[in-house]
């Protein structure tokens, strides 16, 4: 029954642009283990500019692929062009999945036990997060959209009040030139722009979920409007904070802590409210993925318990990579290598457009 | 089934509203510090701490509050801190605290290793008042404690401070954005406690404090602090006072209600020229000579001269002091460098000491005075008659 709800709904293309949006902007929240070695202030600036320029290239075989197999998601059509390819497709599919799973629910408890709750429990911290993510899997796709629909707006009129709350500390001194640390600092960053946009593996999956063909549609809504909100905040945390954003684990959370001691008092809860909402919608989405991916693997309809197995695997490995920094950041690093995007939406397309083309000459030449 | 399934899974969604109260610590197991200051001696930290404590009883309505002061000390200020647990076993909690007093020795040796503290712990805000101690910081919290539990006092006369031109933002924020900034340098108000009527002591703002390298460097008077506030665009409000007319005869007051200041980098000879421009706006308050009050519109411009020229003799003593002989940027010259000459910066970055030595601050001041006031030029009738 569950597969069935994960399987057949349709979903709009505003629904998916926001869900993407919203996991999307988890980025802004996490601590990033690289902080010291990847360039910052005005450097991720101009980075995000051409992270969102070299993005377009990098999903031309992607776009090539899909338009030719209207309603199908990129795993699907790697299945049907080559059926082992499928199954590598699904397991890699899976595996990302899943650890982007983990990589939330420990990211969701090193932010509320080091800046919030230094005193709580990461272990029932995962736990109770683990087990709300499962109950959302349970509501399934469409519920899932519906309430990231609702985040999205409520965090799009947080970051108003944001803006309302701290123009005063404005500074615009802090903007330096954003070649300032070399040309080879701006393009490490604008790669790391890209590779990281882990929700481009997700994009590719749910597309056979939208009730339209407009994929190109809802990838530029998805692309323009988390590039817009996330240049937005970076610019505010450069000219907000400084050089002292640059050494914050939270440069993000700083910032609503510091517009609440203006005009809105604890403003900081508003945003622990959405940390809450947008990181449990995201592991619930990836969540949903690995429980597909998962069945399609093993070939069989497991129902509930392949999500259950697989919130369960990710709430042990949450919490062991919760507890130690340095796994957390072999997990981060393995994420955001590059691999997961490069493997499966620039490689495995390519692979599969050379398929479908050596295919399309093969009969051609065995008719003439 | 379905219904045992969905009956599991809402008493489990029910408890996701409770997760506030996992470890929870009740109000009367904490410590409440409302000020905190810091200073050291031989074994490291000591850290005093002015505690709110309510005193209110079962059936009252309006509770009162009695100021109780702890001290402890430790190797480092987190160690000093949970000795307070000590005293009542509770935990310390900071934050409600609204203020941090830095002693002058401590300030010596580096604000840097004093403030990581704070700046690391999640429960102080950012826009925490830091201030130093004329002394030790010990001596201010001790002041506060004889005037009541109430840190809104010490708020609000570094808030009126601002307001009126002897403060620049000394937030904790703002004092760590400089600290972290390459060459930049910060500054913090100078307090000291006097006494009044023979016993109480009560706070007073006394300066600025500049820094170099992290370390207290110089403390300046409260006019250099007003030279230092018009050159880095802070300074809200100031009255000034100057002679003018024939012979200085006349003398007038003027209240300046906004500054502007803006700064331009050029590279001249290779070495960096800062263009300091200050504009300002303001209003007679007293015009007053030897025999009459109040001023004509055609004598505004030489009020506005005599403005704009004391202006600048405080600005340029202020920089001469600071900057080229402190070597302390609290002005922050070096990150309009980094702006606006990056390359330059960049190569002569580690010349710093030097590069100040070779260049120059031009500062250029103009002052608008609008109107005359209420008051129009009169004389004394008595003088009048007896010249006639």
Redesign the interface.
Known sequence: MLNEQIRVPKISRAQLVALLVLTRLFILLIFVPTTHESPGGTTSLVSILFGYLLTVPVLIPVFLLLRDYPGMDLYQVARQLSPRLGKLAAAGFYLVCLLAVIETAAQFSIFLT????????SL??VL?FC??VL?LV?LGLEAVTRTAAILLVAVCASGVLLVLGLWKFWDV?N???P??EGFSAVLYSTVLCVTQNLELVALVLLVSNLNTDQIRSTFWGYHNLSNLMIWLMAFAAVVI????G??RSFPVY?MF??SG??VFYRFDYILIMLWVGTSMIRAAMYLLLASRMLNELTGRRFGWWIPALNGAIAAVAAVVVAGDIRQLRLLYLSLASGLPVYLLVVLLPTVLLAIRWKGKREPKEGQA | MNRRRMAV?TA??V??VL?GC??R?ELKDRTIIRMIGVDTDEEGFVVTMLQFSPQAKPGEQNSSSAAVVIQTSGRSISEAVSKVSHYNGNEVFLGNSSFLVVGQEAAQEGLERTLNYFNAN?EV???LYVAMAQGRAESIIRAKSQEGSNPTQLKSLVEQGRRNGLLGRPTL?DV???L??NRAEPYLPVLTTVELDGNEDVLKIVGMAVFRDGRLQDTLSIEQTRGVLWATNELNRALITVDFGEEDASRASVELKKSRSRVKVEIVRGYPVFHLSIRSQGSIREVSFDRGGGAQVDELTEIQNQVAETIRATVRQTIDRVFFEQKSDVF?YS??L??YA?TYW?EHEKDWDRLIEKSRVEIEVSCQIDHPGLENKHHQIVKMTRSA
């Open positions: 080091s800046a919030v709750y230094p005193r709580a429990s029932w911290l109770i087990g709300a109950y349970f001194l903007l330096y030139s070649f300032y904070l400084g050089n002292d640059e050494t700083t802590a510091l001691s203006n | 899974l489990f969604a408890s996701l997760c996992m470890n610590v999640h805000s950012p826009e924020r760590m954005n400089r972290q900034s922050r990150e309009f980094k702006k990056p960049k």
